[in-house]
């Protein structure tokens, strides 16, 4: 692995690594901890992958860089090792210590970003969740992007990997029928991280937050504040900061649920039927 990654660094001048050991806590990829000559990288390596995969991260960091709202590392490049084929994704190194005001400065940021204007919903090209991956365009209406392109999506997949079939299939195609009653058509758009769950953030130098590893897209903020809450890691504070730069519309719990339930079925495509039954418990709260 050290090889590979030696010839990854020599695209931007690096030379030497003097330190190298993997880290963990990710889902998907190979990561390690570098310090070559000039400074101290972090690196994701993955073999399975197609090199768009890395691309698709790199360009949401730099995307979100953009919005100048909320930290995010800085990306020096994705490159494919040529003699093993393996795409790698080598950005800054981000360490640090949270303070008392960590969350709330995250919490005050991500409201910023998502206050950004931004038109349309959806990506442009390919966009990845984990491991899966959807083809986008830009929609006109946030509604058909998530019923047909984003749920619609993860049901095929669940119904080719036979996770999704018999009455949970019917239950949902039932669902999306009627998802108009909940979803809206046209909410403000936002720049969204896209897979905001706690261990996608992380706390830098003088405890400033930084998100990493997005999956993002435009659309409905609710539904990244949905995700936030569906696996836990943020705190109170973190929703009061939040909510005191952009509050949350007093519809937002009766969709927060439809909102996670995309999350769910990604997970559950990916990581099996432990996630089946919370799929299902929304899919009968919404469906009678
Ligand atoms: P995966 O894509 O496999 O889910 P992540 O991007 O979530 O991987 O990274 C795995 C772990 O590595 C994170 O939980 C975090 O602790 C750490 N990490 C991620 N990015 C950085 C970074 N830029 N600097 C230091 N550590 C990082």
Redesign the pocket.
Known sequence: MKDIIQRGLKQIQEEDIQEIHA???????E?Y?VRAKHQEY?V?LNKEMDVSFFEFEAEGLSVIRRTGTIDV?VVYGVWEDKETQTPMLC?????GKKENNTDEILGERLAAMHLGEITGYGWEGKSYIGKLMHDNHIHKSWLTYYRDARLLEQIKIGQSQGSISGKRNKQLMKLLEKLDKWIPDKPKSSILHGDLWG??W?TGKGGIPYL??PSILYGHHEFEMAFTQLFGGFSQRFYDAYHSVFPLSTEYETRKELYQLYYLLAHLNMFGESYGGSVDRIVRKYVK
Do not use: Q
Not at 23 to 29: A, H
Not at 91 to 95: C, N
């Open positions: 880290v963990t806590g990710g889902d998907i990829n990561a901890y972090f994701k590392p950005m800054e190194w981000i360490e261990g996608n992380m990493i590893d």
